[in-house]
């Protein structure tokens, strides 16, 4: 199917940082963006400045999801972006593995259910996840634990999901690089409009584009 003329897109996690920008960058390509956010002002600022809509998503509530999902009927395109990291070692009682794989693996699977329907119905899609070199097992997994497993997990879905998803429906993930964002720091060389790039890119691709790919600057990247 064609693309539509004026896609619709949730994209998570876009009060701030990569995901603000990727929502930006998205309504600047004629794309009716809907913006998840767990802070009612925080989502509700964000939403006013980009001059998009709002939706509260809480990724650790998943009755906070169906719900949006129930109000919006679907989206066309499905940006899981919403992250956390925290430095601390699996082994440590602080571990945030069970939020780290709820944010960035479970809730990411559960709106790809969610919506399928709606996919199936309009058989054009867009999935783009955010995911990390730290989840990279060519770069050694190198970040801190809970958060590399869970961005190899969210890799290894999209690798496996390609074969289950409708017709017209394609997903991939991305490694944004070393962005100057609240997770990346202010000291990090790229900027949230060079981190967007790649996600905004996979987001529109046309219908001969790839699917199930990891891409870092709009380049196949290895797993
Ligand atoms: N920055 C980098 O260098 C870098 C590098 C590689 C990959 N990435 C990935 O790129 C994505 C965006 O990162 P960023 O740098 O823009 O991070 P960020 O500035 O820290 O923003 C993270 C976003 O995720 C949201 N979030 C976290 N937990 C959530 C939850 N339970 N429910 C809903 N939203 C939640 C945050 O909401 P709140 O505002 O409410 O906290 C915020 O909107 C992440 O997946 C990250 O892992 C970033």
């Known amino acids: 199917m064609p693309r539509p003329s004026q ?3 949730l994209v998570t996690g876009g009060n701030r940082g990569i995901g603000f920008e990727i929502s930006r960058g998205l309504m600047a390509q004629g794309v009716v963006v809907t913006i ?3 802070s009612d002002s925080e989502g509700r600022t964000a939403a006013e400045a980009l001059g998009c809509r709002f939706t509260k998503i809480d990724l ?3 009755d906070s999801y169906f719900d949006s999902y129930a109000k919006s009927g679907g989206w066309d395109i499905l940006v899981n972006n919403a992250g956390i990291l ?3 070692s699996l082994l440590d009682k602080g571990s945030d593995f069970d939020e780290a794989m709820e944010v960035m693996v479970a809730a990411p699977l559960d709106l790809i259910r969610l919506n399928t329907p709606h ?3 309009t058989g054009w899609g867009r999935i783009v996840n ?3 070199s730290l989840g990279a097992h060519e770069r050694g997994l190198q970040g801190p634990g809970a958060y590399s497993v869970a961005k190899a997990s969210l890799n290894a879905l999209t690798r496996v999901l390609v074969r289950d998803l409708p017709a017209g429906v394609k997903i991939n993930t991305c490694d944004p690089g070393w962005v100057a964002t609240r997770m990346g720091g202010p000291t990090a060389p790229v ?3 060079e981190g967007a790039d790649t996600p905004i890119w996979l987001a529109l691709l046309p219908d001969d584009g790839p699917t199930g790919g990891f891409f870092r600057k709009r ?3 290895a797993w």
């Open 191 to 193: 900027t949230v409009e």
């Open 60 to 62: 650790l509530n998943p």
């Open 86 to 88: 925290k430095d601390v």
């Open 7 to 9: 896609p619709t897109a």
């Open 219 to 221: 380049e196949m990247a």
């Open 130 to 132: 955010l995911s990390s």
């Open 36 to 38: 998840g956010a767990r």
């Open 119 to 121: 996919w199936r119905r």
